[in-house]
């Protein structure tokens, strides 16, 4: 996977991300729960857009990645238990967004996947790539989610 030019790896795992997104919105209304039980309206769509994906993918992948990743690898933690833990750090703090267990069952989810591209990442790349590779797959699914919310004002 790490052969691929950038690009193409960054694109993969936004992808990735907007098709858990999807199968996530068809279990819910699968289930017969309301797609969004948040009907907050996005006034200031431009602030909104700075953001969630100009600054909460760095400030996210530095506090949710690299901070407890390095940490558990000075303690010696395992990569899979590494990828775990951090996954439900993420989780836990998004869940308490909207308090719903199935936000925090989601973004477990993607915390999973960005806690494993940074892993990987980061045993081929220096640092500062690694950070900034997993910050643009969050921006990008980011940028999915932004569009949906703009197109729903």
Not at 16 to 44: M, Q, R
Request: charged share 10%; hydrophobic share 55%; glycine share 2%.
């Amino acid at each position: 996977m790490l052969s691929k030019r950038k690009i193409t790896f960054i694109i993969i795992f936004v992808l990735l991300l907007i098709i858990c997104s999807l199968t996530y919105v068809l279990i819910i209304v699968a289930i017969g729960l309301p797609i969004n039980d948040n009907n907050e309206k996005y006034s200031n769509l431009v602030a909104y857009f700075f953001k969630a994906i100009l600054i909460a993918p760095l400030i996210e992948t530095v506090f949710f990645q690299f901070i407890p990743i390095e940490f558990l690898r000075i303690l010696k933690i395992n990569n899979r238990i590494n990828i775990f833990i951090t996954a439900f750090v993420f989780g836990l703090m998004h869940y308490f967004n909207s308090f719903l267990l199935r936000e925090f069952l989601f973004t477990f989810v993607c915390g999973f996947i960005y806690s494993y591209v940074y892993i990987l990442y980061s045993k081929k790349f220096n640092l500062l790539n690694t950070i900034t590779t997993v910050s643009i797959i969050h921006a990008g699914y980011n940028l999915f989610v932004f569009s949906l919310k703009a197109l729903d004002t």
